[in-house]
Structures are given as C-alpha cells and as structure tokens.
C-alpha cells in the first residue's frame, strides 16, 4: 500500500515519505481536520453541573462560524 485515504477529503494521499500532512493529502486539509475535532470538544454538552440558570452564554459562537484560520495565515 503506497497510499493512504485522506480524512477530510477522502481523495488519495502521499505517504509519509513524501507527505508532511500525513495521513492528509495536504496541509489544508490538516488545519480543516484539526479545526473539527477543537469545536468538537468546546462543545461540550453542559448539564454536567445540573445547574439551570446559566443559559446565557451567548458568547463567541452563534451559530455555523467557519473556520476561517487558513485565511489568517497570510502575512
Ligand atoms: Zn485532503
């Protein structure tokens, strides 16, 4: 087997040989993965407290914000 299914994409990618974002096909694809799995876990589901009251939180994330960390990277 000389190549490998990438996560994010499902298209073919390179070996680790030759692949630095491997099993990814390319960076791009590593930085969308890893961006998953980091709102993945902020988004813990709450009531583990058992507090009720606290639902206020509307802070930083309203709704389907992409994860536009891949177009701050330009300078
Ligand atoms: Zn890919």
Redesign the pocket.
């Known amino acids: 087997m000389t190549s490998a299914q990438?996560p994010?994409?499902?298209?073919a990618?390179a070996t680790r040989k030759t692949n630095a974002a491997f099993p990814?096909?390319?960076a791009?694809?590593k930085t969308v993965d890893l961006g998953k799995w980091l709102n993945e876990e902020y988004r813990v589901p709450a009531g583990a407290t058992g507090e009720s009251g606290e639902g206020d939180e509307s802070g930083t994330s309203d709704g389907n914000v992409p994860t536009g960390s891949s177009d701050r990277e330009l300078s």
């Open positions: 990438c994010t994409c499902r298209k990618s990814f096909c390319s791009r694809c």
